[in-house]
């Protein structure tokens, strides 16, 4: 997942910079945060889409995780950890603003937050079609639960075992999230196309 | 099968692993193809965001800042230092041992014995004594060790007997600090590389490379 996962030499750094950053080594700290910056700030500007809550969501994640180090024993993978941190933060600053956050269970979902079962009379194929931005700016519009599942999945690249670890629910929960997070995106980028074609 | 028995099947369906009577459906469903075509496009375009760049510099100031501040990040004392970034918890005695033993080669050129006519070391202990004081006495395996050495290459032996006991010494300075502090995870990590280092010396003594 991570390049300290991928490489070697970099998982053995990324355990050398945690022992030394228990005994307060700046260089150690800086050294983590490095390794990791991009795919939380990736995770938190995706829940967020603004680049500025991004920015203070990444740094309330890593102080959160370095306020923590002395208790980290390597029970999980430190990536794992850090990123369960972030999806925290995120999760609770959408609390925060009274954004309503849909929670990881099926039964809770809302009437209007479920993707509508039929897309009658649009017959508008997506494969081949589908820009970043268009893409970008339909899962802004996803309700923050489904958004969640979607970005750690299909954007940042976690099995949904590690998600379900992360967000704390179940392997099958976030398979059927993810699920449906993909059809509300179907069905806001095919009602998006429609609502273009027929301006005129 | 129905499609919507199939979209109920897709959550737990990825690609290479449906059953038959899905990828049967899937054929002669022209609606459930379209569907799942979709749902492909989707998520292989999503991976394209996943680099969004670098959260600004400001982010890791605010981060230093805040950390120091609450003494989390603290600058580590001389022992701690030395610990941590001279001696290092993982290293590899392959690259080492060359290192050390042009240090010792060097060491050996430095020293001189305590004799007339001799240079005498500035603020070397002067006396017996003093020497005696300074150094534990070395131990059997030391003096095997020594042994060992002073057959295979004389001129070696007072390196490697003066740089035992140096890291004997080394080694009782750190047991004294883990035990004036036995909850200084510094001092244990300290009285670590101390173990190290004289395992370091005992490699480089067993190495046949050396003269």
């Known amino acids: 997942m991570t390049d300290a996962r991928k490489l070697k030499s970099d998982k053995l750094s990324e355990a050398d910079a945690i022992e030394r950053a228990k005994l307060g080594d700046p260089l150690a700290f800086e050294a983590l945060y490095n390794l990791h910056k991009r795919r939380v700030y990736s995770l938190c500007l995706r829940m967020t889409a603004n680049t500025a809550a991004a920015e203070d969501l990444t740094q309330e994640a890593f102080l959160q995780l370095f306020r923590k180090i002395g208790t980290f024993r390597g029970e999980s993978a430190f990536s794992t950890w850090l990123h369960r941190m972030a999806v925290n933060v995120v999760l609770m600053q959408l609390r925060k603003k009274n954004l309503p956050v849909v929670p990881i269970d099926e039964t809770l979902e809302t009437e209007e937050d479920a993707p509508k079962k039929e897309l009658g009379g649009l017959d508008l194929n997506l494969a081949g079609s589908i820009d970043r931005m268009q893409l970008q700016r339909v899962i802004e519009a996803l309700p923050p639960g489904y958004r969640t599942i979607f970005v750690l999945h299909d954007v940042e690249g976690y099995e949904h075992n590690e998600i379900a670890d992360m967000v704390g629910c179940s392997i099958g929960n976030s398979k059927s999230q993810l699920h449906k997070a993909r059809m509300k995106l179907r069905e806001l980028l095919k009602t998006s196309r429609a609502e273009k074609a027929a301006k005129p | ?211």
């Open chain 2, 1 to 211: 099968m129905t499609c919507a028995e199939f979209e109920q099947a897709l959550p737990d369906a990825s690609e290479g692993n449906r059953e038959f009577e899905h990828e049967q459906h899937l054929r002669s469903c022209s609606a459930c193809r379209s569907l799942v075509a979709d749902l492909n496009a989707i998520s292989q375009q999503a991976r394209a965001l996943q680099d969004c760049g670098d959260p600004s510099p400001r982010v890791w100031n605010s981060i230093e800042i805040a950390l120091t501040r609450e003494g989390i990040i603290r600058q580590p004392s001389r022992g701690e230092l030395a610990s941590v970034h001279r001696f290092p918890s993982r290293w590899s005695s392959a690259w080492l041992l060359p290192v050390a033993a042009a240090l010792l080669v060097t060491a050996g050129v430095v020293r001189y014995e305590r004799g007339p006519g001799q240079r005498v070391m500035p603020n070397a202990p002067t006396t017996t004594a003093q020497v005696a004081s300074m150094r534990p006495e070395p131990s059997p395996d030391d003096r095997q060790l020594i042994e060992s050495v002073a057959l295979r290459s004389p001129a070696m032996k007072a390196s490697y007997e003066a740089n035992l006991q140096d890291v004997n010494s080394y080694i009782r300075d750190a047991e004294q600090s883990v035990k004036n502090n036995p909850n200084d995870e510094a001092a244990q990590q300290y009285l670590s590389n101390a173990y190290e280092q004289r395992e370091m010396v005992y490699e480089m003594a067993e190495e046949r490379s050396l003269p």
